[in-house]
């Protein structure tokens, strides 16, 4: 497939998939039933081509989850939900339903370290009784493990199998405990290399890797200033050159990751290179509290039924800024196959009615309703792009592993839109994909504000629609200068898997 694709396509592709996501943060405590169980909250996703030296012909997966976790959270820090599935899916042919599955399901073992009191052999009350460099070090009070299964298939009645150390041939991991501190784990990024491991994945004759732990939060925008409606001049947020103005609100946050990196010879078939991408997370149906729990770890709640999805996310912010209120759980536990039912939020989308009242700019909205232009491009992926051939209509990060990786220090940091507008040749970014490096949120708000419609022309050269015209955009170029004042671009990253950056530690 090309890789030298038409601007004005690529452009305008970019800015209706980003006009669908809208132009926030990452999807931090999205929906009302999500805050209350943070453990199974998925925050972000990341699907692109690797580009480690040596490993470009490898997709990496990055789900993230539990989000806004600070570093001295601790007695018990972030350990994830050994009643929850969490699961990584893949559309492999276009028909919006998942075709293989990751299926990660963890385990909080207590060793209940004791000290002897007087007389007495006493539990301490931490997570550790002393430094740690190791996984399983005897000075760990509770060791955490997890199992990785691959379905093809339903996602429920498919063919499970058992992902495997490619070393061992153990089919159960360690997690490293999270970034207590300096003096707990004096080198944690030496410590949790230790628990990279290179896998075995059923029916692929290439070997990958995994690793599950606590990162840095590798997104970077203006979190308080853009909720509080966009509480931000104007002036600022429209000078170019004011891109890296204030400090990244998520600079001291850390997640906990789960990281893949599969051969997209496993992933992909050379008549659909294309794949799609999503996330998601289940609770067990039924959760009763026992009132009076037995001694152990995390005996309280007892956890039963079929699995019940209850988080999801594949394109950022969707269900954050573009779902409405009133339907916000119902997408977290929705599939991508009956994305139909919430159209309406695309094709009559309130976020640039909201910027242009809370900034007090009226009448700046794009005027081309219904944007059927956004339907099209946000739910399909554009032909010759990251479009599959037989694609079916729905919501997802999708991929195209023919197009090559780009080295971190060339990566454009506005994806597609960035290397067109640079005259680059960057076309393995955000939306073919989302690196970490992509700035998805200024991306976005330019395209929010009538991107789409300046690309178009006035000839419908790129088919949206004749109404979808720069007429209908009253900002006019402004609307191409759009950015949230954070510069995604500094956030700190490996230029290796697991990609994201060693976690804030709780006395640095």
């Not at 601007?7 to 209706?16: D, E, G, N, V, W």
């Not at 794949?275 to 995390?298: E, F, Y």
Request: charged share 15%.
């Amino acid at each position: 497939m090309q890789q030298a694709l038409p601007t004005l396509r690529l452009l305008s592709f970019s800015a209706a998939m980003l006009a669908a996501t809208a132009a926030l943060a990452s999807s931090h405590r999205e929906a009302p039933f999500i805050t209350t169980v943070p453990k199974v909250d998925a925050s972000d996703f990341y699907m692109f081509m690797s580009y480690e030296q040596g490993r470009g012909d490898y997709v990496t997966l990055i789900a993230n989850y539990l989000p806004l976790q600070d570093a001295y959270g601790g007695p018990n820090y972030f350990s994830l939900d050994p009643n929850a599935l969490y699961e990584i899916h893949l559309d492999t042919n276009g028909d919006a339903k998942e075709d293989l599955t990751f299926q990660f399901r963890f385990k909080n073992k207590l060793n209940s370290i004791a000290l002897t009191i007087g007389d007495k052999s006493v539990p301490i009350p931490l997570i550790q009784a002393g430094t740690i460099s190791e996984p399983r070090a005897a000075a760990l009070n509770v060791n955490e493990s997890y199992t990785l299964d691959i379905v093809r298939g339903d996602r429920r009645s498919g063919q499970r199998q058992s992902v495997t150390n490619a070393s061992s041939g153990a089919s159960s991991f360690d997690k490293p405990v999270d970034n207590i501190g300096k003096k707990t784990i004096a080198n944690y990024e030496a410590y949790a290399a230790k628990h990279i491991y290179p896998v075995n994945i059923p029916g692929c004759a290439v070997p990958g890797k995994v690793f599950v732990g606590q990162r840095k939060d590798p997104f970077a925008v203006n979190l308080g200033t853009i909720f509080d409606l966009v509480n931000a001049p104007v002036s600022v947020i429209t000078d170019p050159t004011l891109i890296g103005a204030v400090p990244n609100q998520l600079d001291d946050k850390n997640v906990t990751t789960l990281a893949l990196e599969v051969h997209k010879s496993c992933l992909a078939s050379a008549s659909e290179p294309v794949i799609g991408g999503w996330t998601t997370a289940s609770l067990r149906q039924a959760r009763v509290l026992d009132p009076s729990p037995k001694p152990g770890h995390q005996n309280t709640d007892k956890a039963g039924g079929a699995w019940v999805q209850v988080s999801r996310l594949g394109m950022p912010l969707v269900n954050e800024v573009v779902i409405g209120l009133p339907d916000k759980d119902r997408f977290n536990s929705s599939k991508p196959k009956d994305d139909a039912q919430f159209a309406n939020y695309v094709t009559n989308p309130t976020l640039p009615a909201l910027i242009e009242t809370v900034l007090a700019i009226p009448g700046t909205a794009p005027k081309n309703l219904p944007r059927t232009d956004l339907v099209t491009a946000f739910l399909t992926g554009i032909k010759g792009v990251n479009q599959p051939a037989h694609v079916v209509a729905s919501e997802m990060l999708r991929l195209n592993t023919q197009i090559a990786p780009v080295p971190f220090a060339q990566q454009n940091r506005l994806g597609i839109v960035g290397n067109i507008l640079a005259g680059g040749k960057d076309n393995a970014g955000f939306p073919n994909g989302r690196r970490p490096k992509d700035d998805v949120v200024d991306v976005a708000l330019v395209a929010v504000m009538g991107g789409l419609c300046m690309a178009n022309g006035d000839n419908d050269a790129l088919g949206f629609g004749a109404s979808c015209k720069p007429a209908n955009v009253p900002l006019g170029t402004t609307s191409l200068k759009l950015h949230d004042a954070v510069d995604q671009a500094t956030v700190p990253l490996l230029g290796s898997f697991p990609y994201l950056y060693t976690p804030v530690g709780g006395t640095n």
